[in-house]
């Protein structure tokens, strides 16, 4: 499975941006995708993860500013950010999840998401 993320860029704070990754390859056998994030001088954290059956589940600090969706038809997973905060800023990377046993995790190559105050 190959991700390539795309979408990022420079906004100021109440901006607004939306991400897309597209997957590649072996989609079939992709469970489920999310978006991380990892700002500079942290750890990469979750952002948000879609299975494909079930739940979406979002990180506390994005609830109710980022939505993503998928297009199955296309194999293309988006996020929808709103409200953008400062604290936002970070490189954002699409990830994909297959479980065969155990789970392989599929990572995008990051896109840079800047807010400024």
């Known amino acids: 499975v190959q991700l390539q993320a795309s979408g990022g860029g420079s906004v100021q704070a109440g901006g607004s941006l939306r991400l897309s990754c597209v997957a590649s390859?072996?989609?079939?056998?992709?469970?489920?995708m999310g978006w991380y994030r990892q700002a500079p001088g942290k750890q990469r954290e979750l952002v948000t993860y879609?299975?494909?059956?079930?739940?979406?589940d979002y990180a506390d600090s994005v609830k109710g500013r980022f939505t993503v969706s998928r297009d199955t038809a296309k194999n293309t997973m988006y996020l929808q950010m709103i409200s953008l905060k400062p604290e936002d800023t970070a490189v954002y990377y699409c990830?994909?999840?297959?479980?065969?046993?155990?789970?392989?995790?599929?990572w995008g190559q990051g896109t840079q998401v800047t807010v400024s105050s």
């Open positions: 990830s994909a999840v297959s479980y065969f046993g155990v789970a392989k995790y599929y």
């Open positions: 390859g072996s989609v079939s056998r992709i469970n489920g």
């Open positions: 879609s299975p494909n059956e079930g739940n979406t």
